[in-house]
C-alpha cells in the first residue's frame, strides 16, 4: 500500500476465533482452534510490520474486532495488545460469556479504552434463536465487571428483528440495556444472508419480521432519545454531552469510516481502504499464517477506486450521520434535480454549503439516498 502524504490514522484488527458460530452471523470467524490463537498472532505482528509504514504516530484509532477478540488465548491477546501501536482510542469487541475480572484487568492494563459488548438481546428465548452463548445475567456480569474495572466507555450491542420477537420484547431490551446505563447503544436490523442454515430454519419468521423492522426502527430511536442519547448515525447511539460530561462518546473508529477516512485492515479477511485502494485479505485461515510466516504478504484482492466511486462512498456514509454534510465533499456525486425533489418532499435539507437528511429521510435512509446519487457516480 502506497503512504499517504499524512499517514493513516485508523488501525483495524480482525480477531476471528469464537466459541461457537451464531447462525446468521457472516463474518470470517473460525470456531474453537486455541492451540492456532499464538500462531495466528504472531502472523498478524508480521502483517502490522510489513504494512505498518503507512500509519500516522500516533494512531487516532485501533479497533480489536472479530469473531471474538476477548475469545482469543489470553497469553496470545496479551503478546498482540502489548505490540499494538500507540493510539488514543484502543476499542476492542467482547462477547459476555469472556468477561472475568481478569479479562477486564488485562484490557485495562493495556491501555483498551472502549469495550463494544455483544449483548444482542436480554431475552433468553431470543439469544436461542441467535445460537448466542451467554445469558441476560451474563450480560449483566459482564457490564457490571468491565465498569468495575474502571471501564466507562462501554458499547452495548442490541440486535432487533430476531424470529419469534415482539413489539414488547424489543421495548424489554431497550429497558434493560439503558438500566446499565450505558456510554454507548448499537442496535442493528438483523441480517441473515439467504441460503444459509439460518434462513432455512426461520425463513417464514424472518419474512414476517421484515414487515415490521419500520416500526422497530422506529421505537429503537424514540425510546434512546428520550433517555438523553444521541443518534449519531444511522444504527448508533452515544450519550449526549450533557449526560457525559462534556465527553464525545461517539465510535471513533467507526467514526472514522463514515467520514471517509483512510484505514488499515490487518488479519485474515480483513478490509482496508488506503489512497484509493481497497484491499481485501483472503478468508482463508491457513493461507493467511502460511504466507505470513514465509515472509510474504497474505492473499488479498486489491481494487482500484475512482473518484467516481470515491465521492459516492463518501456521499453514501456521510448521509448516514446527524452532522451536515459538506456539499464540496460530495457534489459531483448528487443528482441536482433529485436532490430538489427530495427537498421539496421534506427528506433532505441542503442549507448554504452542506447536506443532511432530515428526521423523516433519517428513518427512510438507504432509500433516499440512493436517490440523490447520480447514476454516473458508481463507475
Known amino acids: 500500500m502506497a503512504q499517504t502524504a499524512s499517514g493513516v490514522r485508523h488501525l483495524y484488527v480482525h480477531l476471528p476465533f469464537c466459541s461457537s458460530r451464531c447462525g446468521y452471523c457472516d463474518f470470517v470467524t473460525v470456531v474453537g482452534r486455541e492451540a492456532d490463537h499464538a500462531r495466528y498472532v504472531r502472523a498478524l505482528l508480521r502483517e502490522l510490520e510489513l504494512e505498518g509504514g503507512v500509519l500516522a504516530a500516533p494512531l487516532d484509532t485501533v479497533y480489536l474486532g472479530g469473531g471474538t477478540p476477548t475469545f482469543t488465548e489470553e497469553g496470545a491477546l496479551q503478546e498482540l495488545l502489548a505490540a499494538l501501536p500507540p493510539s488514543r482510542e484502543l476499542t476492542i469487541e467482547a462477547n459476555p460469556e469472556t468477561v472475568t475480572p481478569e479479562l477486564a484487568a488485562t484490557l485495562g492494563a493495556a491501555g483498551v479504552a472502549r469495550v463494544s459488548l455483544g449483548a444482542q438481546s436480554f431475552s433468553a428465548r431470543l439469544l436461542s434463536v441467535l445460537d448466542r452463548?451467554?445469558?441476560?445475567?451474563?450480560?449483566?456480569?459482564?457490564f457490571y465487571t468491565l465498569r468495575d474495572a474502571g471501564?466507562?466507555?462501554?458499547?452495548?450491542?442490541l440486535i432487533y428483528g430476531i424470529p419469534g420477537q415482539e413489539p414488547a420484547d424489543l421495548?424489554?431490551?431497550?429497558?434493560?440495556?439503558?438500566?446499565?446505563?450505558?456510554?454507548?447503544?448499537?442496535?442493528?436490523e438483523l441480517e441473515a444472508k439467504p441460503?444459509?442454515?439460518?434462513?432455512?430454519?426461520?425463513?417464514?419468521?424472518?419474512?414476517?419480521?421484515?414487515?415490521?423492522?419500520e416500526g422497530?426502527?422506529?421505537t429503537v430511536v424514540a425510546t434512546l432519545t428520550d433517555d438523553g442519547y444521541r443518534w449519531y448515525e444511522t444504527a448508533n447511539f452515544c450519550l449526549a454531552p450533557d449526560r457525559a460530561g462534556g465527553r464525545d462518546l461517539r465510535a471513533k473508529h467507526n467514526l472514522g469510516y463514515w467520514l471517509g477516512r483512510d484505514y488499515l485492515g490487518i488479519g485474515?479477511?480483513?478490509?482496508?481502504?488506503?489512497?484509493?485502494?481497497?484491499?481485501?485479505?483472503?478468508?482463508?485461515?491457513?493461507?493467511?499464517?502460511e504466507a505470513l510466516e514465509r515472509g510474504d504478504a497474505p492473499p488479498r484482492e486489491v481494487e482500484e477506486l475512482s473518484p467516481g466511486v470515491q465521492t459516492a462512498e463518501r456521499a453514501m456514509l456521510g448521509l448516514r450521520l446527524d452532522e451536515p454534510l459538506p456539499l464540496a465533499d460530495v457534489r459531483?456525486?448528487?443528482?441536482g434535480?433529485?436532490?430538489?425533489?427530495?427537498?421539496?418532499?421534506?427528506?433532505?435539507s441542503a442549507g448554504g454549503d452542506a447536506i443532511a437528511l432530515t428526521t423523516r429521510g433519517r428513518f427512510l435512509g438507504g432509500g433516499v439516498t440512493a436517490r440523490l446519487l447520480a447514476p454516473t457516480m458508481s463507475r
Request: glycine share 8%.
Open 151 to 157: 471501564f466507562d466507555n462501554i458499547s452495548i450491542d
Open 216 to 218: 422497530y426502527f422506529e
Open 337 to 348: 434535480e433529485e436532490l430538489a425533489g427530495l427537498e421539496r418532499a421534506g427528506l433532505v
Open 171 to 188: 421495548a424489554h431490551d431497550l429497558a434493560e440495556a439503558l438500566a446499565l446505563e450505558p456510554a454507548h447503544v448499537s442496535a442493528y
Open 268 to 289: 485474515v479477511g480483513a478490509v482496508g481502504t488506503v489512497a484509493g485502494r481497497r484491499v481485501r485479505n483472503a478468508p482463508s485461515l491457513r493461507r493467511y499464517v
Open 195 to 213: 441460503g444459509t442454515r439460518f434462513t432455512h430454519a426461520h425463513g417464514a419468521a424472518l419474512e414476517r419480521q421484515a414487515e415490521a423492522m
Open 133 to 142: 452463548v451467554a445469558s441476560p445475567d451474563d450480560v449483566r456480569r459482564a
Open 332 to 335: 459531483a456525486a448528487i443528482d
